[in-house]
């Protein structure tokens, strides 16, 4: 069973940059669909990218679209999400997922076809 473990939130500016990163073990990251969701408090977990495991195709949420980029380094067993010119409706809790099943396409932007989850790391963007 794959662990997942998510970094690198932190309190930022409007208009800052930040990486996130999530760490695998216990399982190799390379055979897995894999996305970040966030969810802000009050709100339902909501979809922000998503990368296949055949090629790191990316997908990504209307709202982060041209500011945030996800890569995978299946060497480093690590995915990352780097987030640029970030506001203040970017707070969240980021979560990192994987995925084993055979899903694609739109079931990829659905946080039921995930089986693992990291803890998830705070980001907070302030005015």
């Known amino acids: 069973q794959v662990r997942l473990v998510e970094s690198g939130g932190r309190l930022v500016q409007t208009g800052d940059s930040l990486r996130l990163s999530c760490a695998a073990s216990g399982g190799t990251l390379s055979v897995y669909n894999l996305a970040w969701f966030r969810q802000a408090p009050g709100k339902e977990r909501e979809f922000v990218a998503q990368i296949t495991r055949s090629d790191s195709t990316t997908t990504y949420a209307d709202s982060v679209k041209g500011r945030f980029a996800a890569s995978r380094d299946n060497n480093k067993n690590t995915m990352y999400l780097q987030m640029y010119d970030l506001k203040p409706e970017d707070t969240a809790v980021y979560y990192c997922?994987?995925?084993?099943?055979?899903?694609?396409?739109?079931?990829?932007?659905?946080?039921?076809?995930?089986?693992?989850w990291g803890q998830g790391t705070q980001v907070t963007v302030s005015s």
């Open positions: 997922a994987a995925a084993l099943g055979l899903y694609g396409g739109r079931a990829l932007t659905s946080h039921i076809v995930y089986d693992y």
